[in-house]
């Protein structure tokens, strides 16, 4: 089942970052009534928020998924920065993607790409 292995992913990759952040000693946190629908979030140096978008691929749905994620965390940074919160938006995909051109894509737009494994500055 395509849909049930997407949730499962997601779900494992959210709980694999929240872990991974939180051994830094940095407490993840979902959104609140008033956030955008992000995945995660977690704020340091007093007032930067990173805030976080999964997204389960495979190479079917690679292009269209990071498409979305892209998509959306501009407009949650957006949104965020209109309520003068500092951001640092982060795309967390299940493993690295096919192209390249998702890493200089991210980079030009000022969102972090990891996935397990290559978590630069998280």
Same mark, same amino acid.
């Given at each position: 089942?395509?849909?049930?292995?997407?949730?499962?992913?997601?779900?494992?990759?959210?709980?694999?970052?929240?872990?991974?952040?939180?051994?830094?000693?940095?407490?993840?946190?979902?959104?609140? %009534?008033?956030? %955008?629908?992000?995945?995660?979030?977690?704020?340091?140096?007093?007032?930067?928020?990173?805030?976080?978008?999964?997204?389960?691929?495979?190479?079917?749905?690679?292009?269209?998924?990071?498409?979305?994620?892209?998509?959306?965390?501009?407009?949650?940074?957006?949104?965020?920065?209109?309520?003068?919160?500092?951001?640092?938006?982060?795309?967390?995909?299940?493993?690295? %993607?096919?192209?390249?051109?998702?890493?200089?894509l991210c980079h030009?737009?000022?969102?972090?790409?990891?996935?397990?494994?290559?978590?630069?500055?998280?």
């Amino acid at each position: 089942d395509v849909a049930g292995r997407g949730v499962r992913a997601h779900r494992a990759l959210q709980n694999h970052l929240a872990a991974f952040v939180g051994a830094a000693g940095v407490s993840a946190k979902r959104p609140g %009534p008033a956030d %955008p629908e992000f995945d995660l979030a977690w704020i340091t140096d007093g007032d930067l928020r990173h805030v976080v978008e999964v997204k389960s691929i495979t190479a079917a749905n690679e292009r269209t998924q990071l498409r979305m994620g892209v998509g959306q965390l501009l407009h949650y940074s957006h949104a965020l920065r209109a309520r003068g919160y500092h951001v640092r938006p982060i795309l967390y995909v299940e493993r690295e %993607p096919l192209s390249a051109e998702w890493d200089a894509l991210c980079h030009e737009l000022g969102i972090t790409l990891a996935w397990p494994g290559h978590e630069p500055g998280l």
